[in-house]
Structure formats: C-alpha cells, structure tokens
C-alpha cells in the first residue's frame, strides 16, 4: 500500500545552522509533496508543496527537492531560528486522485540558541 | 474569521460512551477530511467527503461514523468509546483535486 518514509525522528541543531528532513515514498504515481509544520498544541499548516513536475522550489530560508526516479524528497532548512522549532511533516499525495495525503511519522527539529 | 472550525476542542469521557465532534469550513472547498493524531504525532486518514460523497474510508472500527449534511460541514459521531480512541482528531479541507490542506484546531479526546 502507499507509505511515506521519514527521517530523522529527531532533529536538533544551532541556532543558524541548516536542517534537513528527508522522505521516502512508495507511490510511484504520487505527484504532489507537500510539507506541514506543527508547533506544540497547534494545527498543521503548510509551508511548502513541490508538485511532480518540478525537481526543486524555495521560498526565502526553506527549500525543497524531489527526485521522482528515487522516490524521495527533502526538506531543507537554511539559517535555523529559535521559531522553527516544530514538528515537521512531509506527505504524499495517493494515486488516487481524491486529494488524499499520506503523511510521513514526522520530524521534531529543535532549535538551540 | 476561522477557516476552518472544529467543535469541541477538549472532550474527557468514559469508556463506553458515545461522542460527537462537528466541523465547519468557510473557504468553499468541496472536499472535507477527518485525519487522527495519535500520542506518537502520527497523523492517520481516516475519513474524505466530496461535496457530501464519502470517497474516502479508511480501515476505520465502524463505531466512527461521518456525517456530511453539506459540503461546508463534516461531523464525527464515535460509539462505544474505547481507550484506544484518545488522540487528537483533526477536520481539513481542501480542493477537490490535490492541493492544500487546511488543518482547524483539532479536538483532543481522552477516553478514561
């Protein structure tokens, strides 16, 4: 069935140092990634979303690539600050074409100043 | 002006009850989900409604059961609450096709 891979489980860096969060899935039909940020006791809201047609997309300190061929997708995060700590999730759109998502087991990066 | 709106945001009952949690969303999507975080942060599919259409049914107990009055509102009715149950449960929206998903607030159940 459709699974999504994601390490690491844990994820602690400086304050200014980058974070990468890496996945794996196993649709090969799936088209779209998006990835959600949680912080404590918060809803999950989308952050970046890279669609199948394209390798790599940024938006000012975040940054994600795809490489369809291996199945996996990243998450890079440049000049971490103190408010990015967070759960991070990364998902998987199904072939299904209902707009369900699957979702990796999630990343919590902490952020040390 | 919430997005999307879930009601109650804390419920705490005993085994073998029954509960509801209602959703609403104002942003005009067509499709509604109910997803299940567990103490782990897993967030598991459950339940996907198109325009009050179950598309999606997840290997769910039948004790949940969705109900989509119209396509702004999606509602989750549980039976015979189990211990296993307590999480967080999460109303989103989104497009019809693949697109963003819009969380509301979750509502944190505690089966005691």
């Known amino acids: 069935g459709e699974n999504v891979e994601q390490h690491p489980s844990t994820l602690s860096v400086q304050e200014g140092d980058s974070a990468v969060i890496k996945c794996t899935y196993s649709d090969s039909a799936s088209n779209y990634f998006p990835w959600y940020k949680q912080e404590l006791g918060k809803r999950p809201q989308l952050i970046i979303d890279i669609r199948s047609n394209v390798g790599e997309k940024k938006d000012q300190r975040i940054a994600v690539t795809l490489n369809k061929t291996a199945k996996h997708f990243s998450l890079h995060i440049t000049e971490t600050q103190p408010e990015d700590s967070a759960v991070y999730f990364c998902?998987?759109?199904?072939?299904?074409?209902?707009?369900?998502?699957?979702f990796g087991q999630g990343t919590t990066l902490q952020v040390k100043p | 002006d919430t997005a999307v709106s879930q009601t109650p945001k804390y419920l705490v009952t005993q085994m073998g009850n029954d509960k509801s949690i209602k959703c609403e969303q104002n942003?005009?999507?067509?499709?509604m989900y109910w997803y299940k975080q567990d103490s782990k942060k897993f967030l598991k599919i459950m339940f996907s409604?198109?325009?009050?259409?179950?598309?999606i049914n997840e290997t769910v107990p039948n004790r949940f059961s969705p109900k989509s009055p119209d396509k702004a509102h999606l509602n989750l009715h549980i039976n015979s609450l189990e211990l296993g149950d307590s999480a967080v449960y999460f109303c989103?929206?989104?497009?019809?096709?693949?697109?963003?998903?819009?969380f509301g607030e979750g509502s944190r159940l505690t089966v005691l």
């Open positions: 989103a929206s989104g497009p019809r096709q693949v697109g963003e998903l819009f």
């Open positions: 942003l005009g999507h067509d499709t």
């Open positions: 998902a998987a759109a199904g072939s299904s074409n209902t707009g369900k998502l699957i």
């Open positions: 409604y198109n325009n009050k259409e179950l598309i």
